[in-house]
Every structure is written in C-alpha cells, then in structure tokens.
C-alpha cells in the first residue's frame, strides 16, 4: 500500500510492471530485496560514472554533512562553492571564467536560457528573446527546458500550449564521421535559418555530438565548428548542453574539447555531483559576465535556486574530479569505447535499425519499439539492468565498470537480437 503513494516517471502507474526494490548499491552493482544483483548498464541515467558509494566521494560527503549540510548563497558563501567554481573553470575551455550553480540539469539549462536573454536585454536588445535549437533534442523537464526539446517527436510535445516558440534547425545528419558534403548541407540549412532569424536570436543551444534522450543522435565537430562561426556572424550566443555529454561520456574530458568549439554558455550536470545528489553548473565567458555588471540594480542576473552551491554536493564534486583525474577516467573511457565497438558492432538482426557507439555509449536503435518489449526481464535474467526506451536499447555504463562485466551486458543485448 505504502508503494502505491510514490508516483513514479515516465511511468502509466495502472499498467506499470512494480519497480524493483534497492536495498544496497555499490561499485556498479545494484543489489535487490530478492537476493538479486544486477549489474548497471546505465549509470543511474548517466550520472553514476564512479558507480554507487565509491569510498572517497562518500567520505568527503559525510565531512562536508558534519560541518557545513545547506546554507544559501544569497549574500553568503562557503569553501566548497569556491573551490568548485575555481576547478570547473580550470578544467573547462579557457574562454569560460564564471560559474552559476543551480539545482539539476533541466534548471541548469533554464539558467543558460535566462543569461542568454537577459544579456542581450541589458545591451538594449530586447527583441533578441527566441532560441535557435535543433529537432531531436531534449534538454530537459522544465518549462524553458522543454521549450527547446523537439516539439514534434519529443516526449513533451503534449505540453505545447504552455510552451514558447522557438526556431527549430534540422537534426545534423551522417554520424560523427558525416561526409563533408552531407555537413555543408546542413550548415547550409542553419545558415539560412540564421538569415532569417538572427534579429529575434538571443542563442542557439545545442547538445553537442551527441543527442541523446531525444534520440541517441551523433553527429559530426564540423557541425558544431560551422554553426560556431554562424553564430559569431549574426550575433547570437552558442550554448553547449553538456548535462549528459560532459566528464568523459564522448571520449573527451567535455564534447567541446572533441569538437575543438568553446561556446559562451556551458551546461554542466549529471556526473557533475557523481550521483550523490542533483546539481548543476552554468559557465559563461567574461564577454557574457560583464554584460550583467554596472551601477544599476536591474542589470543583475535574476535568478536564484535555494539549493544552489549547495555545499554537501559541492564537496562530492570536488571529490568526484579528484578520483576523475587520479584514475584517468578518459583511459577507462577509450578502453570502454573500445569494448562496445567490439561487441555491438558486428551485431545483425532485421529487428535493428543501426548500431553506433561514440565513447563510452552504445546504442541499437531497433524498426519497431514493440522489439524492446520485455528487454528490461531478459537483461535482469543476465545480471543486467537496462532501461530501453521507445527505439532504443542503449548502454552507458559507469567508468569503474569492468572488462568482464561490459561483457555481460553486451552479451544481454546480444543473446536478445539473437
């Protein structure tokens, strides 16, 4: 009875399967109330990269609960807050120089939106209030978050009456290795809906390389380095959502380093707080910045998450980038990759409408979403937890993950297709 108050996501509570229980979880495996141990395919939605109570981030977390839990930042700070924001703008591409915490990815983007906005408006540019963004995205479950998602076949188009209008942009096409004609044409699409639109463009976001809950898109750095340079040409803020690409996932420390393109506005979330809680952070250059700077009250950025900077998920990060650089996370990434090509690629099945794998993500996207129906108890039957959803069965496992237990998973969805 007790189970049937908690409402869960995504989820047709009447016809819903019962969710499986954890009672403990730890390195990547989850452990069940039936005895079971399940093996995480999916790193908790892609945040847990270090896996689950990974000593030296639990241990920093429960110091941190000891001196200093919550305490807001308005018109007050603490150690970890600057600590954090002095290590994101280290590793981060040099241009970007000033961080603005926030609650989760979804308010992390909302935050890049409003900073867009609000920079043009403090310059006398108010017309400047629509995004350019592409079909297949997905930033998030916010308002402003889902304004930017793929009105069409996003998973919040019913929510269209409550949305603003923005400018959709074709989806870039061809994979990461796209052809360069197949990347001009699309750069040629972008730039005419720039020569329309730039007037009304306060920013184009984009997730870069990779489009992943809209549809597990890659896509090729001279997609990203054109549309760099159409946005300096007609005046328009790049914003990177890098929620679920930043910290390894792509292969590189962040998308844009693979893409060699800083943008001016840089989302961060997910493994950002190592799965300990949920956090964002928002970076922006000093051109951004100083637009919000002057004698006059109104020019101030006008937002302010209570939980913001909170300094418990401030002290994960931190121990978080410590382990992330100690055990050089970005060669665990490459063996990783290595792993899933070997595996996925080759796989066959007329169920299967592509197979692609892109640093340390793999993805069999299926003809039919009726495929992966009952792919979810197959794979627990194997050790294996996976969440596919609609066309796509995908794996993006934790980086402390090891050989044989990549196998595992792999041989899942495999023995599957089969």
């Not at 707080?273 to 952070?281: D, L, Q, V």
Request: glycine letters at 8%; charged letters at 20%; one cysteine or more.
């Amino acid at each position: 009875m007790e189970q049937s108050r908690l409402w869960l996501p995504y989820a047709q509570m009447r016809t819903a399967a019962p969710p499986w229980k954890v009672v403990r979880a730890e390195g990547v495996r989850l452990h069940l109330d039936d005895g079971r141990s399940l093996i995480d395919a999916v790193s908790s939605w892609w945040c847990a990269i270090h896996g689950y109570n990974h000593p030296d981030i639990t241990r920093a977390v429960k110091a941190q609960l000891d001196q200093v839990p919550h305490v807001m930042l308005g018109g007050l700070v603490h150690e970890p807050a600057i600590r954090l924001a002095q290590r994101l703008v280290e590793i981060t591409p040099a241009p970007l120089t000033h961080v603005f915490f926030g609650d989760s990815g979804s308010v992390g983007v909302e935050i890049a939106l409003k900073m867009a906005i609000q920079f043009w408006r403090n310059q006398g540019r108010t017309s400047k209030t629509r995004m350019m963004t592409l079909l297949k995205a997905y930033h998030g479950d916010t308002t402003g978050a889902m304004a930017v998602g793929d009105p069409v076949e996003g998973m919040h188009h019913l929510f269209a009456p409550l949305l603003p209008r923005h400018v959709f942009a074709p989806s870039p096409r061809g994979g990461f290795d796209a052809p360069d004609n197949v990347v001009r044409d699309d750069l040629d699409q972008l730039a005419h809906l720039f020569a329309g639109h730039h007037e009304e463009l306060a920013g184009f976001i984009v997730e870069p390389l990779m489009q992943l809950a809209g549809g597990f898109n890659f896509y090729s750095p001279a997609y990203l380095q054109g549309a760099s340079k159409l946005c300096d040409q007609y005046g328009v803020l790049l914003i990177f959502d890098e929620v679920a690409t930043g910290f390894g996932r792509t292969g590189s420390l962040f998308a844009a380093d693979l893409a060699q393109v800083c943008p001016d506005i840089l989302v961060l979330g997910k493994a950002l707080t190592a799965g300990y809680s949920g956090h964002s952070a928002t970076l922006a250059t000093d051109r951004v910045y100083d637009a919000f700077l002057g004698d006059d009250p109104a020019l101030a950025f006008m937002h302010g998450p209570t939980y913001m900077g909170n300094p418990t998920v401030c002290a994960a990060a931190l121990a978080g980038l410590d382990v992330f650089f100690r055990d050089d996370y970005l060669a665990r990434v490459g063996r990783i990759q290595t792993l899933l090509r070997r595996d996925l690629l080759p796989l066959s099945s007329p169920k299967v409408r592509d197979v692609r794998v892109l640093g340390a993500c793999g993805v069999v996207e299926v003809h039919d979403p009726g495929s992966l129906i009952g792919l979810q108890q197959f794979a627990a039957d194997r050790g294996v937890w996976l969440r596919p959803f609609d066309r796509y069965a995908y794996l993006m496992p934790p980086y402390v993950i090891t050989d044989d237990d990549l196998r595992q998973a792999t041989a899942a969805l495999r023995e599957w297709f089969s």
